[in-house]
């Protein structure tokens, strides 16, 4: 019989469930082998918002919700040798390691908490990113970082770590470091991180792969949708991968699950190009074995790419919105009859900046800038009785905006009759850019809590 | 013509990577398959998408898992980072596809 691990992942975003996380514990705890838990806490923009709060307060800029994950599942974990791997460091993963210490008030001494750092490359004296930036320069970026892979966290565990935390780390590399490390896995077996790669990035989105963000009534049914279970990875010493769940919960894993997760944020599946591995999944075969776990397989690897991908945050930009709805008879007509209200008067106050105008109930979601696909929709609009009028735009300016959104506001008295339901809002919106640059550049380093 | 609704033949997921749409698309019964690749082609969907104005619309096959995988460039009205719409990551937008209207399996 070949060796067997499994990974479980307990959060695939920070606004996930945490009392899911804790029954994968749970469940995790109860069976046998060597096990891990990955939590993925990082958007691409959640970076930049963790160093603002950094900068505000030196204790802070790890993930907002790590200690919502972490500590139900804490002792669960410890107790049963379930390493956890989390990118809920954030911009601060050393922070992160004294809170949890406080945390853990003197119990469990001999646990090993590892920090992986050298994905800050703003925390550099001096800093060498501008000349990875070829374009444009960048002005005062609040963030930037580089996606690094899978070796330090094998590394970690390695040492003894029983908690790994890091910041940025490319989403299926939580796994990979984990799988490196179970089945000894070496790092250019390309084939092997293929098997990897794809068990981290089925995993990274946790239930998006075991019924989430998956039902459609009587087309795509998922059981008890309120309490999908997490995915678990069985990854076996022979390359064979599996996706399963929590025992016990909602949900499901099937062809469709997983097909749709295999494919997810991947655009030319030949060449997904990550930090562990390039992945071919030309020759990808999914099969349900039943009871929940489908079997992926005909995975294929190639070398590494020799550039990783870096990410910078700006500040600056202002983004609002505000909404008025009508209904009734002659909704559509009233609403509409408020957007051109609304473009004329923007086009009087603020020349050349153009809000996006969608009529929700009409066309909101597939709407654009420019209002195409709502002029389209209005053509052929059907007899709506209940509809929302919704304006977006954004500008370096923030009293413009807050002016601009004042004008939605302003149609109480204004506007076309009946309008009711105001409601602003404003936030500044961090920007990002992406980059390249060269692997052997950088270099992971750990630190011990 | 007998025009059929994608919706009743297939699931599809929607990503985002900057300004770049990602849809994958699987029939929900794969003999269905070679009547989308003969039917689901590039200009279909870069015509049901006509209003987002991609730059350029690519499509994969992975005969496989019985999938089209369609990407579009620049579809996103910025993307997550600059979009002023209701849903900035465009993750509804694989319903956009499934709405589009073809000419059914049987001719």
């Known amino acids: ?449 | 013509m007998n025009l059929v609704t994608l919706a009743d033949y297939a699931h599809a997921r929607a990503g985002d990577k900057g300004n770049i749409l990602s849809i994958a698309l699987f029939p929900h019964d794969p003999a269905h398959y070679p009547w989308l690749l003969r039917e689901l082609t590039c200009a279909r969907v870069a015509e049901q998408f006509a209003t987002r104005q991609p730059s350029k619309v690519h499509r994969y096959e992975l005969p496989n898992l019985n999938a089209l995988n369609f990407v579009l460039e620049d579809a996103l009205e910025g993307g997550v980072n600059r979009s002023c719409g209701l849903d900035r990551h465009g993750k509804s937008l694989s319903y956009l596809l499934l709405a589009l209207r073809l000419p059914g399996p049987q001719g």
């Open chain 1, 1 to 449: 019989m070949t060796k067997t691990i499994l990974v479980g992942c307990g959060a695939g975003f920070a606004n996930d469930r945490p009392d899911a996380a804790l029954r994968l514990a749970q469940d995790l705890a109860q069976r046998s082998g060597k096990r891990y838990i990955m939590l993925e806490l990082l958007a691409e923009r959640t970076l930049a918002e963790a160093q603002l709060r950094k900068r505000l307060d030196p204790q802070a800029g790890y993930s907002a919700r790590l200690f919502d994950f972490l500590e139900p599942m804490l002792d669960v974990c410890i107790e049963a040798g379930i390493p956890i791997i989390t990118n809920g460091g954030a911009a601060n993963p050393r922070a992160a390691a004294q809170r949890l210490r406080q945390t853990l008030a003197g119990r469990f001494p001999a646990l090993k908490i590892a920090c992986v750092l050298g994905d800050d490359l703003l925390e550099e004296t001096p800093p060498r990113y501008e000349r990875w930036l070829s374009s444009e320069p960048l002005e005062h970026p609040v963030s930037v970082n580089v996606y690094t892979g899978a070796d330090g966290i094998a590394q970690a565990l390695a040492e003894g770590a029983g908690i790994v935390l890091c910041g940025r780390v490319a989403d299926p590399s939580l796994a990979v470091g984990a799988i490196r490390h179970g089945l000894g896995w070496s790092a250019d077996d390309w084939q092997k991180m293929a098997v990897a790669t794809t068990a981290g990035h089925l995993l990274e989105c946790c239930t998006q792969v075991t019924g989430g963000y998956f039902a459609h009534p009587g087309m795509k049914d998922v059981p008890d949708p309120a309490n999908l279970g997490c995915p678990i990875a069985e990854i076996h010493q022979d390359g064979r991968l599996i996706i399963g769940k929590t025992r016990n919960c909602g949900g499901r894993v099937s062809e469709q699950t997983v097909k749709e997760q295999l494919l997810y944020e991947v655009h030319d599946p030949r060449r997904y190009l990550t930090p562990d591995v390039v992945l071919d999944l030309g020759q990808a075969r999914v099969q349900d074995l039943g009871d929940d776990r489908v079997e992926i397989s005909g995975l294929l690897g190639h070398p590494r790419p020799d550039t990783l991908k870096g990410l910078a945050g700006v500040r600056g930009l202002w983004f609002g919105e505000a909404e008025i709805s009508y209904a009734g008879p002659g909704a559509v007509a009233r609403a509409a009859l408020a957007r051109e209200i609304l473009l004329q008067r923007f086009d009087q106050l603020a020349p050349g900046v153009q809000p996006w105008i969608d009529l929700s109930g009409v066309a909101s979601l597939f709407n654009d800038q420019g209002g195409r696909y709502l002029q389209q929709q209005l053509t052929q609009a059907p007899a709506l009785e209940d509809v929302r009028v919704r304006i977006g735009l954004t500008h370096t300016d923030r009293r413009l905006v807050e002016a601009l959104l004042a004008e939605v506001e302003s149609l109480y008295t204004n506007g076309p009759a009946g309008g009711g339901g105001v409601r602003r809002h404003l936030a500044e919106t961090v920007t990002t850019r992406s980059f390249l640059l060269p692997r052997d550049e950088i270099h992971t380093t750990l630190e011990w809590y």
